[in-house]
């Protein structure tokens, strides 16, 4: 099955740092880590994409190496008017916080600080949780919380440490 390649949604948040190739030492991890956790975060912001559409992570060959990016695929072409309509709608995070995510990497110089996937996940969905008397503050949380809930509940979490 052929994959058509959409959109490129990039390595993470526009305003946030990420891994950099031939600077943080182990940068393929965290490159994997950040597409992972900005991949969740798109999910959180939009729900996750009507078929045909998906996610894949891209290879890049640079002089330095390779680095992958986020991309949106279809599966088939021309797409379907929901899957359209999911991509004219499509909210991409400038920060991590805005899809009520941690830094799934900080960085110390060059050494790359990870947080396991499952843990981000679950950071996000505390940051994001209902109060005590069921309400969302800031009411965007609701949307962030269902959203992580239906593609990350309690029965997908282990697994998605593999992406």
Same mark, same amino acid.
């Given at each position: 099955?052929?994959?058509?390649?959409?959109?490129?949604?990039?390595?993470? %948040?526009?305003?946030?740092?990420? /891994?950099?190739?031939?600077?943080?030492? !182990? =940068?393929?991890?965290?490159? &994997? $880590?950040? +597409?992972?956790?900005?991949?969740?975060?798109?999910?959180?912001?939009?729900?996750?994409? %009507?078929?045909?559409?998906?996610? /894949?992570?891209?290879?890049?060959?640079? !002089? =330095?190496?390779?680095?992958? &990016? $986020?991309? +949106?695929?279809?599966?088939?072409?021309?797409?379907?008017?929901?899957?359209?309509?999911?991509?004219?709608?499509?909210?991409?995070?400038?920060?991590?916080?805005?899809?009520? =995510?941690?830094?799934?990497? &900080?960085?110390?110089?060059?050494?790359?600080?990870?947080?396991?996937?499952?843990?981000?996940?679950?950071?996000?969905?505390?940051?994001?949780?209902?109060?005590?008397?069921?309400?969302?503050?800031?009411?965007?949380?609701?949307?962030?919380?269902?959203?992580?809930?239906?593609?990350?509940?309690?029965?997908?979490?282990?697994?998605?440490?593999?992406?």
């Amino acid at each position: 099955m052929s994959r058509h390649r959409i959109l490129e949604l990039g390595a993470g %948040p526009a305003d946030e740092r990420c /891994a950099q190739l031939g600077i943080c030492a !182990d =940068f393929a991890a965290a490159n &994997t $880590l950040e +597409l992972l956790a900005y991949k969740a975060a798109i999910i959180a912001l939009n729900a996750e994409p %009507p078929l045909p559409l998906g996610f /894949a992570l891209v290879a890049n060959v640079h !002089d =330095f190496g390779t680095y992958q &990016t $986020l991309w +949106l695929v279809s599966a088939e072409l021309p797409l379907p008017e929901d899957a359209q309509v999911w991509i004219d709608d499509l909210v991409e995070p400038v920060t991590w916080i805005a899809a009520g =995510f941690p830094q799934p990497v &900080t960085y110390e110089g060059s050494r790359a600080v990870m947080r396991p996937f499952r843990e981000v996940i679950a950071a996000a969905l505390q940051i994001t949780r209902p109060g005590a008397d069921g309400s969302f503050f800031p009411v965007e949380n609701a949307v962030l919380h269902r959203n992580l809930l239906a593609a990350y509940g309690p029965a997908t979490v282990a697994a998605a440490d593999s992406g």
